[in-house]
């Protein structure tokens, strides 16, 4: 068989016969099977891990636009929240920036997250789904590549935010080890959420529709919180709401561990705003515990 | 046993508010080591529902399905090492390129990058896509998505490949190269299902036909067992106009051993008929009689097209009915 290549469909055929002898064909054009590389378990799932995170990475450098958007709107929202709300609340200490930080950091990554969610619809819906579940790989991973993403872009974020931040006036008043477990903090409970959201992507199998209901479901959760203004003055039920609100503990752990509680500051009854970051660590783990299981076996069964 | 073998598979959706569809009910399906068999249907026939069984994406209510005694809803992981795939719309990423999208599936089969890539320039040589190549796949024609998916179906070489309409969008140069490259590998021992709606196709490639409707084959052979078994000779007619169509039907099947069927566009019936010439002017005397401009006439020998028509040609319409009911 002729391996010439111009573009006759008799060619072609030619190129199929040579490809197959140079990846290890027997006598007389005969096919044969391209082996895998049998590693264990383990590493094969670091692999198919790997390969679907870089697979969501070069999304974020060939769709710029999704950067520029994750990374505009806290930067406005910094801006906004200083100038506009800055002036009208008064916090004592060193003023609304630093207070405001920690709260516009969690709003962030937590609508950071809800990209996982739109992320698997949109996936199912242009087949890659169907794709990957025909290939002898682990399902997980894909979920893992998936929510490896958001946390790539929700660090991006982070580092773009505390740059505003620090422009305005934000001052971090702890210790580096502090300032670094704040920072981890708030990335290990965005990273959680990405599993609960990409779940629901699944689930609800349509991105628009999961696009709407986070944006219905997260305004209330940071904003009936302590992210942007202290909660002290709410009224009552908006209070409680607030102090068991699990946003709010995120928001309180990254104040205290950024050295960012303002002097005096009140702090509620409730055992979730006692205990901050128990909270967020049950938090975390139970998301995990329920929602990584539940992706996994959602997943597994999940066609276009 | 056969090489791919499927007993009894039924499937059914609910979706909301309306019948429980029975997408598969019944299906039986055997094919040969070596061979092609084609899934031939009309629209909503169960196709592609027996594809996604067979490839491990859906698990049926009931039945049982195996490849090389391979158990396909007990052991999927086992039968995905050794089948290549693809859907009846391209599942490629947008955000790669063609290079990549190929790449990244050579890796998930852990052939090792250094293969992958090798394996990934030789697909894109084969399907004629190296200008396109290093571009990403939000940029590509349907048809050139198209072959970057086929070609993800041979990454690995696989012994068993389901091809669900895999020239369905494709120019007719690259759906020629495509029945080469599938020729091809049936020569070096491949095992192909592959469903279609072109019966030209089918007659072409496949050593194995299953006519399947609502879930079920109704038919199978070869292509000339099954032209055989539809009869003798038919005469087909072409109208000017469709208005004529009813007064021609009358006629057709007045002088046709048969009921006549649309044989497509509306404007061409065709009827089968014990003696051709005979029939064939009796035809056109009374078309003439009548006042009805013909475009053409003529005999012919069975095709699969008439196969298609007289096994489904009702059921088809059904079929139409129940998915206008659905939308
Ligand atoms: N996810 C689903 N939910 C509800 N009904 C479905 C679903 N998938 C398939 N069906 C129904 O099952 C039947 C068989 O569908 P299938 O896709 O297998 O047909 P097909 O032969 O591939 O048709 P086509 O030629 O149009 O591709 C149809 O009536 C279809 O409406
Ligand atoms: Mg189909």
């Known amino acids: 068989m002729s391996a010439e290549l111009n573009a006759t469909s008799a060619s072609v055929a030619g190129a199929a016969g040579a490809a197959a002898n140079r990846t290890g064909a027997t006598a007389g054009g005969t096919a044969s099977t391209l082996q895998p590389i049998l590693g264990s378990p383990i590493s ?142 708030l990335l290990l409970f965005a990273y959680a959420f990405s599993w609960v959201m990409a779940f629901l992507g699944m689930a609800v199998k349509s991105p628009e529709v999961i696009n709407n209901a986070s944006f219905l479901i997260l305004f209330p959760l940071t904003f009936i919180s302590n992210a942007f203004v202290p909660t002290e003055e709410l009224p009552t039920p908006l209070r409680i709401f607030s102090e068991w609100n699990p946003v709010s503990a995120l928001v309180q752990s990254a104040r205290e561990l950024f050295g960012n509680v303002p002097p005096g500051a009140i702090v509620g009854d409730a055992w979730t705003a006692q205990n901050p970051f128990a909270t967020v660590l049950i938090g975390v783990a139970v998301m995990l515990l329920v929602f990584v299981p539940l992706s996994i076996r959602k997943f597994a069964t999940l066609s276009r | 046993m056969a090489f791919i073998e499927a007993r009894d598979l039924v499937k059914t959706y609910t979706p909301k508010g309306a019948p429980v569809v029975r997408a598969l009910d019944g299906l039986d399906l055997d094919v040969a080591q070596g061979t092609v068999t084609a899934l031939l249907g009309p629209n909503g026939a169960g196709k592609t529902t027996t594809v996604k069984v067979l490839t491990t994406l859906i698990q049926p209510d009931s039945g049982t399905a195996t490849i090389d005694d391979v158990d396909v809803l007990r052991d999927p992981d086992r039968v995905r090492r050794m089948i290549g795939a693809s859907g009846q719309y391209a599942a490629v990423d947008e955000n790669l390129t063609g290079f990549e999208n190929l790449m990244m599936v050579g890796k998930l089969y852990h052939l090792g990058a250094k293969v992958a890539k090798q394996r990934a320039r030789e697909l894109i040589e084969m399907f004629d896509l190296v200008d396109a190549a290093n571009r990403p796949v939000k940029g590509f024609s349907g048809g050139m998505r198209r072959r970057i998916d086929l070609a993800g179906a041979l990454v690995i070489n696989p012994p068993v490949l389901f091809l669900d309409e895999p020239t369905t969008g494709l120019d007719p140069r690259s759906r020629l190269a495509l029945w080469d490259i ?45 032209k055989a078994s539809v009869g003798g000779q038919r005469v087909a007619v072409t109208l000017v106009s469709e208005r004529d169509a009813v007064p021609l039907r009358d006629i057709m099947s007045r002088f046709g051993a048969g009921a006549p069927v649309e044989g497509g566009g509306g404007r061409t019936w065709v009827v089968p008929v014990d003696n051709g010439p005979v029939a064939l002017s009796a035809i056109v005397g009374a078309a003439a009689e009548q006042n009805i401009a013909l475009h053409d006439a003529g005999m012919r020998r069975p095709t699969l097209d008439d196969v298609f028509l007289q096994l489904t040609g009702h059921a088809a319409e059904q079929a139409d009915e129940t998915e206008g009911e659905a939308a």
């Open chain 1, 44 to 185: 094969r799932f670091f692999s198919d891990g790997w390969v679907t995170t870089w697979r969501n990475l070069m999304k974020i450098i060939r769709v710029p636009e999704i950067l520029l958007f994750t990374m505009i709107q806290p930067i406005m929202f910094v801006l906004l929240f200083t100038y506009v709300f800055g002036a009208a609340i008064e916090i004592p200490g060193d003023g609304y920036e630093s207070f405001l930080m920690a709260g516009i950091f969690a709003q962030t990554v937590v609508f950071g997250s809800t990209y996982s969610g739109s992320a698997m619809a949109q996936d199912l819906k242009d087949g890659i789904i169907d794709r990957f579940r025909t290939l002898p790989m682990s399902g997980a991973a894909v979920l893992v590549g998936r929510t490896n993403g958001d946390l790539a872009i929700n660090a991006l974020s982070m580092v773009v935010m505390m740059a505003t931040g620090f422009l305005v006036g934000w001052r971090v008043n702890s210790s580096p080890l502090e300032f670094f477990a704040g920072v981890a903090l």
């Open chain 2, 182 to 226: 599938i020729e091809s590998l049936v020569s070096g021992g491949t095992t192909v299902l592959l469903t279609t709606q072109y019966l030209e196709e089918a007659d072409r490639l496949a050593d194995a036909i299953s006519v399947i409707d609502n879930g079920r084959v109704i038919a199978k052979g070869t292509a000339d067992e099954l």
